[in-house]
C-alpha cells in the first residue's frame, strides 16, 4: 500500500521569507513519481511539480525548488521569498509507475499562511 | 483548454435523497478521475475512467455510488441514499492518457456535497 505523510499541518510567515515543505512517502513500487499541487481557497487542485523516482536530480522552477532524497523517502518543496498569493493548502502526492493510471494517493496537506 | 467543469458547485441535500454531480473533462483528455475530500483530508481516489470504460475502482466506493461516462466525454458520479458520511468535496480530475507516463492530473472545482 502506498502511503504519504505530510507531518505539517499549519505553517505561517512573514512575505519574503523561505519556506519547506515535508513530504514523506511509502511504497513498495521501485518506480514511481511524486507530485505537489496547490489548493488555494477556491478549492481546484493547481498542479506544480512532478518528479520520477529514478532522477533524483534536484531542480529550480522560479521560486520553487524541491529536494528528492531516495534513500530517506522524502520529498520536500521550498518556496523562496514566499508572497501572499502562496497562502494555499499544499498536498505532496505519490503514483505508481504503471503507464497508464495517474492515480494518485495524497497526504493530508499543509495550510500555509503568508502574512503581509 | 477550457479546464475541468463540474456542476453543480455546491448540492445541500436531505438524508436519503439521491444526487448527481456532473464532470466535464478538457476535451482531448480520455483519462477521468473521480476523487472526494473531507475536510482536513487530502483526496481520495474514488475511481478512474479511460474513454467510456471504467477501469478501478475503490473500496470507498460502495455500492450506493455509480460512475458513468457514457460517450467517453462527461461522466457523471450518482449517490443513491445519501448519508451525512456522504458530505464532502468531489473533485474530478482529466489526463491526456497518451505520451507520457503519470501525466498531471488537471482538476475541477468540485462539487461540495451537504447532506442535512
Known amino acids: 500500500a502506498q502511503k504519504v505523510t505530510q507531518a505539517q499541518t499549519e505553517i505561517s510567515v512573514v512575505e519574503k521569507e523561505d519556506v519547506t515543505l515535508d513530504c514523506v512517502y511509502e511504497t513498495r513500487d521501485t518506480t514511481y513519481y511524486l507530485f505537489w499541487y496547490k489548493q488555494p481557497p477556491s478549492g481546484e487542485l493547481v498542479f506544480l511539480i512532478r518528479?520520477?523516482?529514478?532522477?533524483?536530480q534536484n531542480e529550480i522552477s522560479g521560486r520553487y525548488s524541491w529536494n528528492f532524497q531516495k534513500s530517506t523517502s522524502s520529498f520536500n518543496f521550498t518556496i523562496t521569498a514566499s508572497q501572499v498569493v502562496d497562502s494555499a493548502v499544499y498536498f505532496c502526492a505519490l503514483s505508481s509507475y504503471t503507464g497508464a493510471n495517474s492515480k494518485l494517493t495524497f497526504g493530508k496537506g499543509i495550510t500555509l499562511s503568508v502574512r503581509p | 483548454d477550457t479546464g475541468v467543469s463540474q456542476n453543480p458547485r455546491h448540492k445541500i441535500t436531505k438524508r436519503g435523497q439521491n444526487v448527481t454531480f456532473r464532470c466535464d473533462p478538457i476535451?482531448?483528455?480520455?483519462?477521468l478521475y473521480w476523487y472526494r475530500q473531507t475536510l482536513g483530508q487530502g483526496p481520495e481516489f474514488l475511481t478512474y475512467f479511460q474513454n467510456e470504460a471504467q477501469l478501478e475502482k475503490s473500496r470507498l466506493l460502495s455500492d450506493r455510488f455509480s460512475a458513468e461516462r457514457p460517450k467517453g466525454s462527461f461522466s457523471t458520479l450518482e449517490i443513491q441514499r445519501t448519508e451525512q458520511g456522504d458530505s464532502a468535496m468531489y473533485l474530478c480530475?482529466?489526463?491526456?492518457?497518451?505520451?507520457?507516463?503519470?501525466?498531471?492530473?488537471?482538476f475541477g472545482n468540485g462539487t461540495r456535497l451537504t447532506v442535512t
Open positions: 480530475a482529466s489526463s491526456p492518457g497518451r505520451g507520457e507516463p503519470n501525466s498531471p492530473l488537471h
Open positions: 476535451s482531448e483528455h480520455n483519462r
Open positions: 518528479r520520477n523516482s529514478f532522477d533524483e
